[in-house]
């Protein structure tokens, strides 16, 4: 396993518990931003340009955005008051869940360890390529995600208007 | 003797290069496009800081630095020399960490977009199969810092400039990138070496620039509109406008964080303006044909500093937009045109060759621009004024 | 531990750490970064199988990843305007607090 390989996975893990454990919102997501940066870097890594840069552009150019003008718009730059806390009251429920999951996949990654294929023949991608496959075998996925692209703008922006009555 | 001109650097870093062992090379090759990137381009801004000012003070009918060297020439060493040496006040209530990291990211982010524009024939950083795509990319992470930037400083002010610019550089980032696609499309490939080597040919002496059919034209006045906005230039710079909001983003930096923001503005604009000197203007190629012995990176270079020389006149002329005018402008004028653009590009490309699809490709955007000033920008009936408070 | 089984590791535990702020975190936003983990947990599994897989010239891990990238960022959009919505009827994101059906 590349040097590489275990620096990016250590700064996306760093990344996704510091967005999961801090007390300050707008750090947790700053700090999930960082996360998103070392996914893309691992898919780079993975030799999968175009998605890579995908990644970037979307993730950490318009969702983290997202999510920090919705902490802004919801006042949770406010610090958390000091007997309630940051954690739900059902807080270990959950992390039994997620560490059942976790152990589960990871036991199942590791279990069929050696039948996975071992070869580190990089495919050669090309934007051409993948232009050809979205208009040509993908055109209708590619189709029904513009459909729901504009259905969510739409439906994002009536849902988070104000009502004209309640304002007078 | 030409090409050698033409060549010069590139043959100068193999020669340097040479005396390293073979496994080396590559790196030694990189690592020294780097350190000319970092050279050359904060020594551009240098001399543009003082071209901005006395540009702007010759239109203002004033001079403008006049004292430290001839013409106020060596300006940007006594600013170098001011920057360094002032103290770095934090505030106390600041978050200490996301305060010191915001100008460092924004740095970070602008000189990755270098990487991929080519300066001269062979002459780019790297040569990906994506590179417009890394470009923009770069370019939607530095919004990250601004808001970095304005929110840790905990100060009213900054908080709304940051947000105002988020605002701003996310509207106008879609009708950047839809000018830019109607160039791909038309090429037939994101990398900006191909797209500057499909620009390099020339029919009667005149060359293939984008610029010069219909929807390149449009497509390049929707380009530099949005990315004047983009890189928060007036007319689009209330988000750091000195009389609304003292300084915006950056009013809590000092010294020499506020001397990384300062360049970093001005890499930005750099790096836009390069941008779309590949994309519409030819890149490094001469403007007539005859022109050719003249090195491709001086074509560039002067290309470049043609379009910072326009962004000062605007800067210098124009008033400020408001806020709400800015964002209307984007939402109800630009993004349209592009899209019709886009539409206007296709039909040129299936007309075929002839005086028929020129015709009809200006025809169209005329009538489109006419019908969308007059219906999208008009001016609203002023009834009296409501109010509506924040909750 | 081949290079696949690295990877697939890596987004296991992503998506376990997404999945354990989405259940445990008060704040409504909070649980909508977890959500944002997971898919790109499961995007990065989706590109390690493409890369490492049988048939890397079809492209089909890729695309899919794509189009998943585009899918997130449409969800965040809207449930990120329910949470304003839902915090301008009840002023404030903490679920904890969200326990009546009645408005």
Request: aromatic fraction near 12%; glycine fraction near 8%.
């Amino acid at each position: 396993m590349s040097f590489m390989f275990w620096i990016l996975a250590a700064l996306t893990i760093a990344g996704g518990l510091a967005a999961v454990l801090l007390k300050n919102l707008v750090h947790c997501a700053l700090a999930v931003t960082v996360a998103f940066a070392g996914l893309a870097l691992l898919f780079l890594q993975l030799d999968a340009q175009f998605a890579g840069f995908a990644q970037i552009l979307v993730y950490i150019g318009a969702v983290a955005i997202l999510v920090v003008f919705a902490i802004l718009l919801t006042r949770g730059s406010e610090t958390p008051k000091k007997e309630i806390g940051v954690f739900s009251r059902t807080w270990l429920a959950g992390l039994v869940v997620a560490a059942a999951l976790f152990a589960v996949l990871s036991w199942a990654v590791l279990q069929s360890a050696g039948g996975l294929s071992q070869d580190d023949a990089a495919p050669t991608v090309s934007v051409l390529q993948i232009g050809q496959a979205l208009m040509g075998r993908y055109v209708l996925p590619l189709e029904i995600v513009a459909l729901l692209l504009t259905a969510a703008t739409i439906g994002a922006v009536i849902v988070a208007m104000h009502e004209k009555e309640d304002s007078k | 003797m030409q090409e050698k001109a033409d060549q010069i650097f590139i043959l100068l870093r193999d020669w340097l290069v040479g005396f390293l062992p073979a496994s080396w090379q590559t790196a030694a090759g990189v690592l020294l496009g780097v350190v000319a990137i970092i050279a050359v381009f904060p020594g551009l801004f240098a001399l543009t800081t003082v071209l901005e000012r006395k540009g702007i003070a010759r239109i203002q009918n004033r001079l403008g630095p006049n004292r430290v060297g001839p013409f106020g020439i060596l300006q940007p060493i006594a600013d170098a020399i001011k920057s360094l040496t002032k103290e770095d006040v934090v505030p106390l209530t600041a978050d200490h960490a996301v305060h010191f990291l915001a100008p460092v990211v924004l740095v970070i982010v602008v000189f990755m977009g270098f990487a991929v524009l080519p300066v001269g024939r062979n002459m780019q950083l790297v040569d990906m199969d994506s590179s417009l795509l890394f470009y923009f990319a770069m370019g939607a992470s530095g919004e990250v810092s601004i808001f970095m930037a304005g929110w840790s400083s905990r100060n009213k002010y900054s908080l709304l400039g940051a947000m105002r610019a988020v605002a701003q550089m996310i509207s106008y980032e879609v009708p950047l990138l839809l000018s830019s696609v109607v160039i791909v499309m038309i090429t037939g490939s994101l990398s900006l070496v191909k797209i500057v080597e499909a620009q390099n040919q020339y029919t009667w002496g005149l060359p293939h620039w984008y610029i010069f059919t219909p929807w390149g034209c449009a497509a390049f006045l929707m380009y530099a509109i949005s990315a004047t906005a983009e890189t928060n230039r007036s007319p689009f710079d209330l988000p750091e406008g000195e009389s609304e909001l003292v300084a915006g983003y950056f009013t809590e930096y000092s010294g020499f964080k506020f001397a990384l923001f300062f360049l970093a503005e001005y890499l930005a604009m750099f790096s836009i303006s390069g941008l779309g000197t590949t994309l519409f203007l030819g890149g490094w190629s001469a403007p007539f044909a005859f022109l050719g012995w003249v090195p491709s990176w001086i074509w560039f270079f002067s290309k470049v500093m043609m379009s910072i020389v326009v962004m000062i006149w605007v800067r210098g002329t124009l008033p400020r937009l408001r806020q709400d005018q800015l964002m209307n402008f984007a939402w109800k004028f630009v993004l349209p045109m592009t899209l019709l653009n886009l539409m206007v590009a296709a039909l040129w490309r299936f007309m075929g060759e002839g005086w028929l699809r020129w015709v009809v490709c200006s025809a169209i955007l005329i009538v489109a621009y006419v019908i969308a000033g007059r219906i999208g920008m008009r001016r609203e009936h002023l009834g009296p004024r409501t109010y509506r408070y924040a909750e | 531990m081949t290079p696949l089984a690295g990877y697939l590791l890596v987004a296991a535990l992503l998506f376990a750490i997404g999945l354990a702020g989405a259940l445990t975190r008060r704040n409504a936003i909070l649980v909508l970064i977890g959500i944002e983990l997971m898919l790109n947990a499961a995007n990065l599994n989706l590109i390690a199988f493409w890369r490492y897989g049988p048939h890397p010239e079809a492209l089909t891990g890729m695309m899919f990843a794509i189009f998943s990238i585009a899918v997130a960022a449409a969800e965040a959009a809207v449930g990120l305007g329910l949470v304003i919505s839902i915090y301008r009827h009840a002023q404030t994101t903490d679920l904890d607090q969200m326990n009546r059906m009645k408005g």
